[in-house]
C-alpha cells in the first residue's frame, strides 16, 4: 500500500473523509462476503444432515425392508457347556439332537530335555547354542511336514537352535525352546487332523534335540500312555483330532469346533462320551437344540427403526421449521469486537439455525419420511398402517413423532398396551409385510432422491454441485468487487490530490500577490 501525504494544502483530514466514503462503497462486498458465509455454513450444515439421513437410509432402514430381519430363529441348547449354537433364519424350527463324540484339536509336542556334550556339558542351552555341540554332524537333515506342506533344515556347523526355530516357524507351527526347562514346545497353529505335523532326520538323531521322529500322530519306538505318545526320551505327543458330532443321526466331522449344518453354527466345547476321557454328567448324553422364531430380536430391531426414525425427523423438523433470523447477518471484525464471545455464538447460532428453513431438498426428504410410514399396506385384501400394531403419532405438535404403545422408556404410552409385542407374537407374518413394504417404499423414494443430476452428487440428498458452482460464483463476485473498491479509492485520492494540488497552487498565487502588493507600498 502507497504512503500517501494528505491535507497537507488543505488542512483536512482527507484521509479519514475517503474512509467514510468507502465504507458505502464496501456495503457492496459485505453482502457478497455475507452470501459466501451463509453458504459455507449452509454446505455445512447439509453435509452433517446428509451423512445422517444416509446413515440412516443404509443402516436401519436398509434392515427393516429386508424379510430375513423379521425372521431370525433363537436357538437354546439343553447343555450350552459341551454345545452352543446359533441360528440363521433358514434354520428349521423344532428339536435337534446332538451328540459329540470329540473336539477339534491342535498337535502338541513337548520335548524331551536338550543336553550339551564334551567340554560344554552341564551348560545352558539358548537359542545361540551351535547344534554341532549338541553331538550333530554336518550331513544330518531335519525333514519338515505340515499338512500338504514340506520343509528342509540342513545342518552345518553354523547352525543354532535358534536357526531350527526359525525354521518350524516358517513351516507354519508354533514353536519356543524354553532356556529354563531346556526343551522344545511345538504345536501346529490350527486345529483339526489335516494341520498335524510330522518331523523326522536323514542322520537319525533328532533325539538330540529331545524329539526323536515324530510321523504325525505317532513316535517312533515310542509307547502310548492315555492317549497321549511318549518317546524313549521323554518326549511327549498330544495327536490333533477332528471335532465329531451325531447330528440328527448323521455323523458329520470338521477341523474345527464350530459348525454351520441347516442353518445352524454349532460350537463344541467339550464331549457326551465319558469314554473320551471328558467329565460329563452322563455317559452318551443327547443334548437337544431348540429353535424358535426369535419374537424379541424382531420387536428390539423394529423398536430401533422406529426410534432412528424419529431421531433423524426430529433433527429434520426442526432445520425446516426453525424461526426467521431476518435482520440477521453475518458480524463484521469492528462487530465482533465491540460483543462478547458469548453474544458472538449467540448472534451466528440464530444465523445458522435458521440456514434450512423452507429448504425445498429438506422438505423432499421430510414429506417423504411422514408419507410412506402412514400409508396403509394390504395384506389378504385388509389394509393395515402402524396404528394397527400400536405405532402412531399422539402429539400433533411433535409433526410426525411415531411412538410404540408399551414402550416403558416413553412416559406418553408407557400404561398402553404392548400391540407391537402382541401381533409379533400372534401374526408376525402381517406385522413383517406391513412393515417391509412401508420402509421398501420409503427406501426406494430415498434412493431416487440422492441420484446424481446436474445439481447434485449420486449419494446426496441436496444440491451440492450447486453450491458449490455458487459459492465459486459469488468468490469471483468478490474478487471483481475488491478489484473495482481499489480503483474507486484510488480516484477518491487522485480527486483530493488533485484539490491538494489546486490549492497548494492558490496559495502560491496568494503569497506572490501578497508580496508584490507589500513592496508597492514600500515603496
Known sequence: MPLRMTGLASGMDTESMIQELMKAQRMKSTKIENKITKLEWTQEKWKSLNSKIYSFYTGVLSK??????????????????????????????????????????????TGGEVQLTGEKAGQKVTYNTLLKNLGFGTTSEVNITVGTESFKFQMDESKTIGDFVETLQEAGLNVSFDTTYQRFFISSKETGLQNKFMISSTGGDLDKLGLGTINGDTIVNGEEESGTKIGANGLTVVSASDAEIIYNGATLTSSSNTLSVNGLSITVKG??????????????????????????????????????????????????????SRGYDPLTDEQRKAMSDEEVEKWENKIKDSLLRRDNNLYSVMNAMKAHMSQKVAVNNKGYSLVDFGVAAVDYSEKGILHINGDE???????????????????????????????????????????????????????????????????????????????????????FAAMETALSQMNAQSSSMASLLGLNTQK
Open 271 to 324: 464331549v457326551t462320551d465319558k469314554g473320551n476321557n471328558v467329565i460329563d454328567p452322563s455317559d452318551d448324553e443327547v443334548i437337544n437344540i431348540n429353535i424358535n422364531n426369535d419374537t424379541q430380536a424382531v420387536y428390539d430391531m423394529i423398536t430401533d427403526f422406529i426410534k432412528s426414525y424419529n431421531e433423524l425427523l426430529k433433527e429434520v423438523n426442526t432445520g425446516y421449521y426453525a424461526d426467521s
Open 64 to 109: 427393516a425392508r429386508m424379510e430375513s430381519s423379521y425372521l431370525t430363529k433363537k436357538a437354546t441348547s439343553s447343555n450350552e457347556g459341551i454345545v452352543e449354537v446359533d441360528a440363521k433364519f433358514t434354520a428349521p424350527e423344532g428339536t435337534h439332537t446332538i451328540k459329540v463324540n470329540s473336539k477339534a484339536s491342535s498337535q502338541f509336542v
Open 409 to 495: 422408556d416413553d412416559t406418553l404410552v408407557a400404561i398402553k398396551e404392548n400391540d407391537l409385542m402382541k401381533a409379533l407374537t400372534e401374526d408376525p407374518e402381517t406385522v413383517m409385510k406391513v412393515f417391509t413394504e412401508l420402509a421398501g417404499d420409503l427406501y426406494k423414494t430415498m434412493t431416487e432422491q440422492m441420484e446424481s443430476t446436474s445439481l447434485r452428487s449420486a449419494l446426496s440428498f441436496y444440491n451440492d454441485k450447486l453450491m458449490s458452482k455458487t459459492l465459486k460464483q459469488y468468490k469471483e463476485d468478490l474478487s471483481d468487487m475488491e478489484n473495482k473498491l481499489i480503483g474507486i479509492e484510488n480516484r477518491y485520492y487522485r480527486q
